[in-house]
């Protein structure tokens, strides 16, 4: 897991926003909106889980679209991302609105304290590599409180002709989106689940299975609320 990645530190510089919500329209007053929206919907689906409001991290955070309404309901908030300039942003917007966020980037230790809560809304099927993905979710589940829960979505759909047609195209050829980096890396449900296992987490609930946006709500193993 390297501290930063250029083409997401390219993507920063060039349109933050976007980058963060690829169904961005320039409207910024929309973009924090959504961005309050889907921060209360996660918290809903994670309440019924939740022992505790010591404190959340997000993996992904972009410039704190989620992270800033969700620090709001814990005493501690931090933001992991392989982008500088968005962790700078981060540190902005946030100061903005009187919200002091820590943020960190993947090689940092933002695992060194428990969580209550730890989410990823999207970012993880940006990652190809299989080896980072796995490391982000083995610490993910060592920075756990015992009773804390996990909530990361991933795209489960299978990998049809089109989508590996669509890798194998050149980038100029496609819409920003779905060029290098940008585009989304489908994992079958079955793979996360070991990997899951493996690090000693279970799933105790899911939200739209074989999906692009299957979420799973996870928790510590042998641990109850």
């Not at 926003?17 to 919907?41: I, Q, T």
């Not at 209550?116 to 083995?138: C, G, M, N, P, Q």
Request: hydrophobic share 40%; net charge positive.
């Amino acid at each position: 897991m390297t501290t930063s990645e250029p083409i997401w530190e390219q993507f920063a510089q060039e349109d933050p926003l976007y980058y963060v919500d690829m169904a961005h329209d320039g409207n910024p007053e929309r973009f924090w909106a959504e961005g309050r929206k889907s921060a209360r919907d996660l918290l809903a689906r994670a309440k019924p889980h939740l022992a505790g409001n010591d404190a959340v991290t997000e993996i992904g955070c972009g410039v704190g679209r989620l992270l800033i309404p969700m620090a709001q309901h814990f005493r501690r908030a931090s933001g992991v991302d392989v982008a500088p300039t968005m962790l700078r942003l981060l540190r902005k917007y946030s100061r903005a609105r009187g919200v002091e966020i820590h943020g960190f980037l993947p090689e940092d230790a933002w695992d060194a304290h428990l969580n209550d809560l730890i989410y990823s809304k999207i970012v993880f099927r940006h990652i190809a590599e299989r080896s980072v993905l796995k490391t982000y979710v083995a610490r993910i589940a060592d920075a756990l409180q015992p009773t804390g829960i996990a909530v990361l979505d991933f795209d489960t759909r299978p990998k049809t002709i089109p989508y590996r047609l669509r890798n194998q195209m050149p980038d100029l050829l496609l819409p920003r989106a779905w060029r290098s980096g940008a585009r989304g890396t489908r994992r079958s449900s079955g793979t996360l689940r070991r990997w899951f296992s493996e690090c000693g987490l279970d799933v105790i609930e899911e939200r739209a299975p074989e999906s692009g946006a299957h979420e799973f709500i996870l928790r510590r193993g042998g641990t109850e609320a």
